[in-house]
């Protein structure tokens, strides 16, 4: 369920009120959930943006439409409207958009997938790279593949090994190694040439 004040609500409705046209609410939506660049985008919604997959939250004077494929990452959110002397502020807080780090009792490759995502490939990303998963072997083994900057970099191995590695080997129980599976010699773009 999703929370909006009334403050908010207010806010709501004085845009719709200033948007005119055919406006009929307003669209709420996660932009790349379930990462850490998760975001919500919120948008005038008219009856043809619609597909029939939204959840419909009424409030007093519109409807909040929050995106079908969204709803899971937005449930619990809560929107509230600050007025301040330069107009006011609108802060949505969703607990859940980037996600939650599995179980305990998760399977190595879904561990393996949410510390990729969430803690390695936000650092990569500052050299323009990142790496994913392709196989966890039966013995432990992970294997991995560097895309970016980080396919045919001259540090690959050491990012490896002394990063990747030693992060994943920490975090999950069960990884035996990490070994990298990228034809190096394809890069492209290497962030230090090799």
């Given at each position: 369920m999703i929370q909006i004040t009334e403050s908010a609500q207010t806010h709501f409705r004085r845009l719709l009120d200033s948007q005119g046209g055919d406006a009929i609410g307003i669209r709420l939506s996660a932009l790349h959930p379930g990462t850490p660049k998760a975001d919500v985008r919120l948008?005038?919604?008219?009856?043809?943006?619609?597909?029939?997959?939204?959840?419909?939250?009424?409030?007093?004077?519109?409807?909040?439409?929050?995106?079908?494929?969204?709803?899971?990452?937005?449930?619990?959110?809560?929107?509230?409207?600050?007025?301040?002397?330069?107009?006011?502020?609108?802060?949505?807080?969703?607990?859940?958009?980037?996600?939650?780090?599995?179980?305990?009792?998760?399977?190595?490759?879904?561990?393996?997938?949410?510390?990729?995502?969430?803690?390695?490939?936000?650092?990569?990303a500052a050299h323009k790279g990142h790496v994913r998963l392709e196989e966890v072997t039966a013995e432990g083994v992970v294997l991995l593949r560097f895309g970016g900057g980080c396919q045919g970099c001259g540090m690959a191995d050491v990012t490896l090994k002394q990063g990747i590695e030693k992060t994943l080997m920490a975090k999950v129980p069960g990884i035996t190694a990490v070994r990298d599976a990228t034809d190096h010699d394809s890069g492209e773009a290497p962030y230090i040439a090799r």
């Open positions: 948008e005038f919604a008219e009856k043809a943006d619609l597909d029939g997959r939204e959840w419909a939250i009424d409030c007093e004077g519109f409807t909040l439409f929050v995106d079908g494929d969204s709803a899971s990452h937005l449930d619990g959110a809560e929107i509230d409207f600050r007025s301040n002397a330069t107009g006011g502020e609108l802060n949505i807080r969703a607990p859940k958009i980037k996600g939650t780090a599995p179980a305990e009792d998760a399977s190595i490759p879904e561990r393996v997938r949410w510390l990729i995502d969430s803690e390695i490939n936000p650092q990569l």
